[in-house]
């Protein structure tokens, strides 16, 4: 594919990974109270995922990992107020004041979160190495 | 007793995530999958003794209220159902660990923890309260089934798997449409609230919702017309896995289809689900007559089956619900069974076509008898649960005076009868000495526990007959609480 003929878009694709990765992390924030949440940060993640693939860059590996690290986080979380006779999956808020931010609101529900895009993450992984994107840009190199 | 509701949903899935990553190490996996459906069975049977006492159990996730969270509602329908699916994988599962060694068995790294996944999604899909939750738990059931049908990469798998997801992702789409309308049209998607708020719509409203999702619920249970994905795509997957799925998914569908219609006061839609119900035991059991092989008369048997769940459900009168309710909790297991021995039958022949078998009654006895019993459950000869089953079906049409709909039912009993003594004389009578001698295979070590799951389930499901008394009483009760929504609605609102 784009492998080994546009140093241009790879340089590029490398170039746009951090940044991408802080819309991310914006967007996972973000998610408490607008727009945003952990399946969004994974879907962005996903994205420079595979953009990274199809350029040949260097990639998270092992779908499976991420799939289990993602549900267990997200059982965990799920559970714990169960320990304390709380309904499932109820949450504890923080709220605090940090210096440079102001007052921060969070929560375990922020684990959850971290859990679904963990989840995202692995399910592109999985498709990537399902399609063997690699093999494809190979080919492509040696015509 | 909420938290162990919780419990039910959320344990499969962490035992799952466990066992992706348990690599190598098999009895890690077996521990986890034995360990956490056991405790699934154990729980449903502690739900369905306190709600049968104390009635319905309401769990609000997060504590959020029904207006706006998820709920969990284990009502007396729900109770029962569950017991009997939770046990039915149970049996699988340890048939499955038993059947690993074989070249029939699935691969059991990726077979092992997906099974929980599924088991947590009809898990879910049995207790929600509200239609979003639905349809996540239909994907969480769809995503892990897909895999589990095709994960063994064979030709056959991956063409019908083509279909089956095709027809399952267009019914999940046309679900989601659906939700908007509902939403649109309401302002909720809670079961409870749904049962307050349908049946105050317009009349072309209200039957639009109806049959749209009389044709999203229907394309899961596998009605007529919506069937083809299922005949070809089932008989495909390893033995196991498409015990699951025919005692189980299905089904599934026909209990949302019950919940969802009787909650919301269909009534009106009856006369066409009892015209489909109709079509669907005929075309099924014509479908199972024409076929050659054990698996695929199997496999359209579900279909035919599903028809007389729908029956009751067309009737919409207490008799009528109870019967498909009943019948819902008899053909679980029996189906499962079936589908078992048919696995064991492969196993022995290598092949589960039938004019390539003969003879297994005097080689197998007990495979015999195994088959023989469910088979004859199944098509509703007396003393089995098929026949208690039919028999209350049958009592509510003729209650309710649709004559058309008892005598399909009744003659559709012998066409199944019809196509069980094919496999009967294809598969166990006859010489076999045709086949020059099928070499006689040593026991593989783990044949001891197929044939031992196989046992344990076709005993649970000749025990539903003998308890058919006390079961037919709580299936009225469960009936009744979703004929009069108030109790529903009460049970989770207030």
Known sequence: ?143 | MTALVGLLVVVPMLAAAVGFVAGERQWVRDILTVGSLAGATAIAGILLAHVESEGTVVLRVGDWDPELGIVLVVDLMAALVLLVAMATILVVQLFAIGQRRTAWGADPQLSGPLLLVLTSGVVLAFLTGDLFTLFVAFELILVSSYVLLTHQGRRGQIRSGMTYVAMNLFASTLFLVGLAIVYASTGTVNLALLAERIPELDDPLRWGIGLWFLVVFGTKAAIFPLFSWLPDSYPTAPTTITAVFAGLLTKVGVYVLIRFHVLTGMDDLGPLILTLAGLTMVIGVAGALAQDDVKRILSFHIISQIGYMLMGLGLFTLAGIAGAIVFLVHHIPVKTVLFLVGGLIEEREGTSALDKIGGLAQRQPLLAVLFALPALSLAGIPPFSGFVAKLALVDAGIEKVVVPIVVIALANSVLTLVSMVKIWTGVFWGSGDDESATPIRILRPGHRLMVGATAVALIASLAIAASFGPLWDLGERAAADLLDSRAYIEAVVS
């Open chain 1, 1 to 143: 594919m784009i492998r080994g003929r546009s140093p241009v878009v790879r340089s590029a694709i490398r170039a746009a990974s951090p940044l991408a990765l802080l819309v991310a992390a914006f967007l996972f924030f973000a998610g408490h109270n607008q727009p945003g949440g952990g399946f969004a940060a994974g879907l962005v993640i996903g994205a420079v995922v595979a953009l990274r693939t199809v350029a040949g860059i260097g990639r998270p590996q092992d779908a499976t990992r991420w799939f289990a690290v993602g549900t267990a986080l997200v059982s965990v979380v799920a559970l714990a107020p169960l320990l304390g006779g709380e309904p499932l999956l109820d949450q504890v808020i923080v709220s605090e004041t940090v210096p440079l931010l102001g007052k921060v609101k969070s929560g375990s529900a922020l684990v959850f979160d971290a859990g679904v895009t963990a989840i995202v993450v692995g399910l592109f992984v999985a498709v990537f190495d399902g399609l063997d994107a690699d093999e494809l840009g190979r080919d492509e190199v040696q015509v």
